[in-house]
């Protein structure tokens, strides 16, 4: 446990150097935000229906998916993928340690330290200037951090299972796409998801997307009842058990025929 725990106080520590990109971030999510809640606030405005969320509520929905943008598995970690069309990944093999491990504990400093730099200064920001909510109680607030530590392991799960994927496709640029769209759509970062059909809100709960981002927002909000919050935790976590697992099967599968590029 010692090597990973340093690997990944090594990585975060990295990443966290990254402080004029993060700034640059927090720009650019504050616009599309404000973009995001203007369309909110025209919707709000003409319907004449009762909305499963208030308009406070999704303002402060919108901007705790610009904090926690980061956490979203949006591509392969990009050193894996260097690896893999370089040939670089027959020194990965080299090492006294779990490959597994390894490319996850590295995901998980990727998508954790990131997203600290800028959800700090965000949720600061907005709740000044931007309408964003705190959290009607402190167990709705304990419970947002303990999903987003669940949102953490579930997130690092989807990236490496893709990084890994790279054995056969090298670029997977086809199945990052799909995934991009499947998480903007199943998740609730472009649309919460009470307001979709009722049709379908039982399939989107099924799957694991809404542990990435509407999961934690919505306990953030009391919208999911601190009663109810057993359940929705255990969901991430058993789907963040499921993708570890899968992504050990398709390391396993490629590491036996791995052909390595390059060298």
């Not at 690896?83 to 340690?97: D, K, M, N, Q, S």
């Not at 931007?130 to 990236?159: D, E, I, K, R, Y």
Request: proline share 7%; charged share 10%; with cysteine.
């Amino acid at each position: 446990m010692k090597p990973y725990l340093a690997l990944l106080s090594a990585q975060f520590r990295a990443l966290l150097q990254y402080r004029a990109a993060a700034l640059a971030g927090l720009f650019t999510q504050v616009f599309f935000g404000l973009v995001i809640v203007m369309v909110y606030e025209g919707f709000y405005r003409s319907t004449a229906a009762t909305p499963p969320l208030s308009y406070q509520q999704v303002v402060t929905y919108t901007w705790l998916g610009q904090a926690m943008l980061g956490l979203i598995p949006w591509n392969v970690d990009p050193e894996i993928r260097n690896l893999i069309r370089t040939g670089g990944v027959a020194y990965e093999l080299l090492r006294p340690l779990d490959l597994y491990k390894f490319w996850f504990t590295r995901c998980l400093a990727r998508r954790s330290a990131p997203t600290l730099l800028r959800a700090l200064p965000m949720l600061v920001l907005a709740y000044f200037f931007l309408g964003l909510q705190l959290p009607p109680t402190w167990t709705c607030g304990l419970l947002w951090v303990a999903a987003n530590l669940g949102a953490l392991l579930l997130s690092a799960a989807f990236t490496t299972l893709l990084s890994t994927s790279l054995i056969w496709t090298i670029s997977g640029e086809g199945t990052n796409h799909l995934l991009i769209c499947l998480i903007i759509l199943c998740s609730g970062l472009q649309v919460p998801l009470p307001f979709f059909p009722d049709w379908l809100i039982p399939l989107l709960d099924v799957l694991p997307f809404r542990g990435l981002f509407d999961t934690p927002s919505r306990l953030y909000l009391g919208h999911i009842p601190s009663s109810q919050a057993l359940p929705v935790l255990a969901h991430q976590l058993l789907w963040s058990l499921a993708l570890i697992w899968g992504g050990r099967w398709v390391l396993a599968r490629g590491l036996r025929r791995l052909e390595v590029q390059g060298g």
